[in-house]
């Protein structure tokens, strides 16, 4: 009888070995996956996160520096910083607010001041002391410092380095100026000429910051003007950063590109903070104030700048659909806040006497 056959001790897998097999492998592959995924996320993240960093770090670096030069040579009684701009831009933030406008009035020191002359009005002229400095363009924003203490500013016309003239024709004051025509300069307190006699010329740097859509991509921006915005060779007509032109003409300067907000605040001798800063002025000449009056000016200002990454599709990120102007609805955003103080009104009122009408002087806290 043929000897029966013995199955051999080798098998394949069963099929539930096999579905195991497949489940196990594919959890390996999936988590492989996953981790490489997410490295790779993180790689094009941080790029992005420090760059929307920087934006905000440079932007804030040179805002702070123009505030710290506001006020300079301008006395205590000087608006140094322009009302009414507390929400004034056309973009709107992340968290819903209105961008704000800021307006610095400064002197950055780089050009020397000219000293009235014996006579310091001749019709619609400011008389120098020899030839107005060289750093004076043919038209530019210029401050007039007034014997009581006060200052006008305005724009100054057919300004020529071997003149001892610099005009203010009736009817060319650029917005918000204050000197127009002879009787803007004979004095400082309408009536009073022996309080308000122009005393010397100044440079003037007006720096303004205002957020754009960039005209080129849409991206929202924040740019500077060093002549607020003002065009000395077209009166001073006033332009917003808008379009390419007002950029390639040197009207405005583009800081950082994705910062889509801007907050300004300011503290003024009172201790209370407010989106404004408020009228900066006194009775009469200002030859007697009062330590509430002092109190009006701005002694510190604080500035939320906030930015976005422009990448698309980043971890973090869930669409990319837009969300009002210029903003991502879920953009990878980061925010950056500072506190400077008005160094220049700090000195002026560190230097104020006590008097009957302001014992408490010095208030320079």
């Known amino acids: 009888m043929p000897q029966s056959s013995r199955p051999s001790g080798q098998s394949g897998f069963s099929l539930v070995e096999l579905i195991v097999a497949m489940v196990v492998t594919m959890l390996v592959v999936g988590a492989v996956y996953g981790l490489m995924a997410g490295g790779n996320n993180a790689f094009r993240r941080e790029p992005e996160l420090t760059d929307r960093q920087q934006n905000a770090r440079v932007a804030m670096e040179l805002i702070q520096k123009d505030i710290g030069a506001a006020g300079v040579n301008m006395g205590p009684f000087f608006q140094s910083f322009s ?9 709107t933030g992340p968290s819903g607010q209105v961008a704000d406008h800021l307006e610095i ?8 001041d000219a000293p009235a002359a014996a006579k310091p009005v001749d019709g619609s002229n400011f008389n120098a002391i020899g030839h107005i400095p060289d750093c004076y363009s043919e038209d530019s924003l210029v401050l007039v410092i007034f014997s009581n203490g006060g ?7 057919n ?11 009736p009817g060319l004051a650029p917005s918000g100026s204050q000197l127009d025509s002879v009787a803007s300069l004979k004095s400082y307190v309408e009536g009073d000429e022996s309080s308000g ?7 003037l740097n007006l720096m303004r910051y205002e957020i754009a859509l960039d005209p080129v991509d849409g991206v929202p921006s924040l740019y500077r003007s060093a002549t607020g915005g003002r065009d000395p060779g077209d009166d001073g007509a006033f332009h917003s950063p808008t379009s390419a032109a007002d950029i390639t003409l040197g009207r405005w300067q583009l800081i950082a590109r994705g910062i889509e907000d801007l907050q300004v605040q300011y503290r003024n001798g009172t201790g209370a903070w407010s989106d404004d800063p408020g009228l900066v002025n006194c009775a009469g000449n200002c030859l007697t104030p009062t330590a509430a009056e002092y109190n009006k000016g701005v002694r510190e200002v604080r500035v939320t700048v906030s ?8 971890e ?9 102007a210029g903003s991502r609805a879920s953009a990878v955003r980061g925010s950056v806040t500072t506190v400077t103080s008005v160094k220049a009104l700090q000195n002026y009122l560190s230097a104020v006497a006590p008097t009957p009408q ?6 320079w806290r």
């Open 151 to 157: 200052a006008k500013w305005g724009l100054g016309h």
């Open 105 to 112: 009035f400064a002197n950055d020191g780089t050009c020397p």
């Open 358 to 363: 302001c014992p408490t002087c010095p208030v």
């Open 197 to 203: 006699v122009p005393q010397s010329l100044s440079a």
């Open 159 to 169: 300004i020529h380095t071997d003149s001892t003239k610099i005009n203010f024709p």
């Open 307 to 314: 930015a976005r990454a422009e990448g698309q599709n980043l």
């Open 83 to 91: 009302q009414n701009l507390n929400a004034a831009g056309r973009i």
């Open 316 to 324: 973090g990120q869930t669409t990319s659909a837009a969300a009002g």
